[in-house]
């Protein structure tokens, strides 16, 4: 990584009340509605919470792409983000940089959480290889993304591993413009566009990472983790808690 100060743990002001701090984010998002969310047992997200406790139960965790809201433990958890503009409110990040250049030492993390960021990232190998540079070994990446089948790229084709090498070693930046008309016409014609990007311009999608730059399901993602040598040590195809969402979990190997 060249010439990025890096940041110190120390720094960071760690929110010790997990459930209130992410039940404060909740009702600036969605108003009066957070009380029904909060009633509502899924929405809670306790069985994607539980399986960051159960694989990464110590240590301090990084969350890449945090928007308005975590399931990550917040007391042992930086919230990190790349853009503040992401959804109505604004990130609720602490610190903010792009995933490909984190400013912390290498070997720093226990845990790595991202959840349905890296499918806004133009280049997935490039990120991937500095979120698990970051991480201690045996350290967790935890990663949760939505479904090629249950989300609105239904009708978009599925990434293969080779585009993935090949953006690589085109060394493509984060604001790759080549899959813009691909989701342009297959999501925004077909009347999928999110709510939360409506307020961004047409020609600021592209600058603030609001596009799906690649499609997968769970198959894809495994075989992309594999191929970066890390150890599959969960996978759940459907999370109950985040419908169109799979999670895999991998392990960094010893040296
Ligand atoms: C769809 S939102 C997901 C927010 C939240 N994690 C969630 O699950 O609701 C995508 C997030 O990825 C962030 N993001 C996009 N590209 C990024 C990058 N290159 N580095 C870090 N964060 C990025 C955006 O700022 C945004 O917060
Ligand atoms: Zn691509």
């Known amino acids: 990584m060249k010439n990025i100060e890096l940041l110190s743990l120390e720094d960071y002001s760690f ?3 997990d459930f209130a701090f992410y039940f404060k ?5 969605r108003g009066i509605k957070a009380f ?3 009633l509502n047992r899924p ?3 306790s069985f994607s919470r539980s399986i960051i406790q ?3 139960p110590h240590g301090i965790g990084l969350e890449i792409g945090v928007g308005e809201r975590t399931i990550a ?6 919230l990190s983000d790349g853009f503040s503009e992401h959804g109505e409110g604004q990130s609720i990040a602490q ?14 993390f226990s845990f790595i959480l991202s959840e349905h960021v890296l499918e806004h990232i133009a280049n997935p190998i490039k990120s991937l290889n500095a979120w698990i540079m970051k991480l201690a070994p045996e350290g967790k990446l935890i990663i949760i993304l939505p479904h090629k089948e249950r989300t609105n790229d239904v009708h978009r084709e599925i990434t293969s591993l080779d585009h993935l090498i090949s953006d690589y070693e085109n060394d493509v930046p984060f604001n790759d413009p080549t899959h813009f008309d691909d989701w342009w016409n297959k999501v925004v014609e077909n009347g999928l566009m999110p709510e939360h990007y ?3 311009a047409k020609e600021e999608l592209i600058n603030t990472a609001s596009i799906h730059h690649h499609v997968w399901t769970d198959v894809q993602i495994v075989e992309l983790f594999e191929y970066l040598g890390m150890e599959i040590i969960y996978r759940n195809n459907h999370l109950h808690d985040r419908r169109d969402s799979f999670a895999i979990i991998a392990k960094k190997k010893t040296n």
Do not use: M, S, W
């Open 15 to 17: 929110q010790n009340n």
């Open 25 to 29: 984010n909740l009702y600036r998002d």
């Open 36 to 38: 029904y969310q909060f």
């Open 43 to 45: 929405h809670r997200r």
């Open 54 to 56: 159960k694989y990464a």
């Open 73 to 78: 433990p917040t007391n042992r958890t930086i």
């Open 95 to 108: 610190v903010y940089f792009k995933g490909d250049e984190i400013p912390y030492a290498d070997e720093t």
């Open 198 to 200: 409506k307020h961004i």
